[in-house]
């Protein structure tokens, strides 16, 4: 039986100030007991946050592969522990795209998060060139493949199938390309980890609002949520956060 797993992505978004959003939404995570919880913030806010809302489960977006060294600008694994992160996201399609992010790179970023004592949410993800040439499954289970750290398990490791074409632009993929998907990654995990891969959870993301998650939440294989722009107002967030406890 999974948990399932609502998380936010504040992107590069926030402040000081709007991080009083927390407040209601670990206010909505209590009144959901049976589901768990997070935010992943600006690198600038976990300490802040987690000043704040001690006991909530705050994280980082991303954290470098190497644990320390000669990388200005980059924040390491122990940086954003220290900080009071207790997860952090690897592998997101803008960091994959913008950074250039290659399958080894995240890989190595999640075992290295995992050695700083942190739990990772590890994405995944097609373009819509990719979906239109019927290559999405392959492709989504090969970077899960290349990018799957050593020694994972459901107790410090989640997916998240984020179709790239469906991150802030208000398409989501229909019930059946969900499902399949969903359960293609669950078919590729157990590949790869024998009876452990059942336990692992997938997460969805990619324009998840209040409206779509009620459906999405409750296709096969789909453990929770990873959410971008609906993340940051309490105002839009806890109703993802009621869907997913019903
Ligand atoms: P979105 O972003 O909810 O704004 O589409 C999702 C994500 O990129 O994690």
């Given at each position: 039986m999974r948990r399932k797993l609502v998380v936010g992505n504040w992107k590069m978004n926030g402040s000081l100030a709007t991080i009083a959003e927390l407040d209601a939404i670990a206010a909505a995570a209590g009144r959901a007991p049976g589901i768990d919880v997070a935010v992943a913030m600006p690198a600038t806010l976990i300490a802040p946050a987690v000043a704040r809302m001690p006991?909530?489960?705050?994280?980082?977006?991303?954290?470098?592969?190497?644990?320390?060294?000669?990388h200005t600008g980059c924040v390491s694994a122990d940086m954003v522990r220290e900080a009071g992160a207790a997860f952090t996201i690897v592998g997101h399609s803008e960091r994959r795209t913008d950074q250039h992010e290659t399958d080894a790179d995240v890989k190595a970023k999640a075992e290295t998060a995992r050695g700083a004592g942190l739990s990772v949410i590890l994405c995944v993800g097609e373009t819509l060139t990719q979906r239109d040439a019927g290559e999405a499954e392959r492709v989504v289970t090969d970077q899960l493949a290349a990018s799957l750290p050593a020694g994972a398990a459901a107790d410090w490791l989640a997916i998240a199938y984020e179709p790239i074409w469906a991150i802030g632009t208000g398409r989501v993929p229909g019930e059946a390309d969900a499902a399949a998907m969903h359960g293609a990654i669950r078919a590729a995990l157990c590949g790869l980890l024998g009876e452990a891969g059942a336990a692992v959870r997938i997460l969805y993301g990619g324009s998840v609002t209040g409206e779509n998650a009620g459906l999405l939440l409750h296709i096969e294989d789909v453990d929770g949520a990873l959410v971008g722009g609906a993340s940051l107002t309490a105002a839009k967030f806890v109703p993802i956060v009621e869907a997913a406890q019903r």
């Open positions: 006991g909530f489960a705050i994280g980082a977006q991303d954290v470098h592969q190497d644990k320390s060294g000669a």
